[in-house]
């Protein structure tokens, strides 16, 4: 898959660092996207939900702390855990994350304050994008 606008990893500890200060453990790809493709955009991008909807990802996170879109920005900017970690975002500022309980892929609908399932796991998730 080819990645766009991609900054490269500062500190290559800010991975471990984000997973110790938030207690997650994220996936071994996500892991492995960040340091090569940190804060990037995927060319394919689109995506269809478990409930028929489609949707886009803008970008995934920073891991950079002074990037404006990291995964430091939108994990603290919940003022109580939601049981989710955003990794990514659409156009409408909308989160993609991983549901802490069960490790699915999650589109969460800011403006309704609505959850749907977009893939059962990371792996499935990078697969359908571009369907």
Request: with cysteine.
């Amino acid at each position: 898959m080819e990645w766009k606008y991609v900054s490269p990893l500062k500190d290559p500890m800010s991975v471990e660092a984000f997973e110790a200060d938030y207690s997650v453990e994220l996936p071994r790809e996500l892991k492995s996207i960040v340091r090569e493709y940190n804060g990037g955009w995927p060319q394919k991008r689109n995506f269809t939900m478990e409930n028929g909807e489609e949707g886009s990802v803008k970008r995934f996170l920073s891991f950079n702390t002074e990037d404006k879109e990291s995964v430091w920005t939108f994990n603290s900017r919940e003022s109580a855990r939601h049981g989710y970690t955003v990794f990514a975002i659409d156009s409408f500022g909308n989160y993609i994350a991983l549901r802490d309980l069960d490790k699915k892929v999650i589109f969460v609908d800011n403006d309704i304050d609505e959850v749907t399932v977009i893939a059962s796991d990371f792996n499935t998730f990078l697969k359908c994008l571009g369907e």
